[in-house]
């Protein structure tokens, strides 16, 4: 499996990013995918996952009403929409599949498995 994030970028308080992640290996409507992030220093906190079928989607408190988790099947590519954006949403970024994998804080509906090399955040006047 690989994923691919992009869309990183440093963006004043308030703005808006849409993340992207390109997944090969397997296809999305198979498996369940989502977000989680890591500032330097911290625990990784989860964001947003959906589900391989139903779309169902799942967010960390900290980010509901603001972010938005989609994908598009048969492009194999995840976004996530992030509105009215804080400081403290700087961190490093990752795309990840929902498996058997490590349980992370503000989503433990959805542990994380692969994941890619992550895209950088920054939101900063």
């Known amino acids: 499996v690989q994923l691919v994030e992009s869309g990183g970028a440093l963006v004043q308080p308030g703005g808006s990013l849409r993340l992207a992640c390109v997944v090969s290996?397997?296809?999305?409507?198979?498996?369940?995918i989502g977000w989680f992030r890591q500032a330097p220093g911290k625990e990784p906190e989860g964001v947003a996952c959906i589900s391989s079928s139903d779309g169902t989607t799942h967010y960390a408190d900290s980010v509901k009403g603001r972010f938005t988790i989609s994908k598009d099947n048969p492009e194999d590519t995840l976004y996530l929409q992030m509105n009215s954006l804080k400081s403290e949403d700087t961190s490093v970024y990752y795309c990840?599949?929902?498996?058997?994998?490590?349980?992370?804080?503000?989503?433990?509906?959805?542990?994380?498995?692969?994941w890619g090399q992550g895209t950088q955040v920054t939101v900063s006047s």
């Open positions: 990840a599949t929902v498996g058997r994998g490590v349980v992370v804080s503000g989503l433990p509906q959805c542990p994380f498995d692969n």
């Open positions: 290996g397997i296809r999305l409507d198979y498996y369940a």
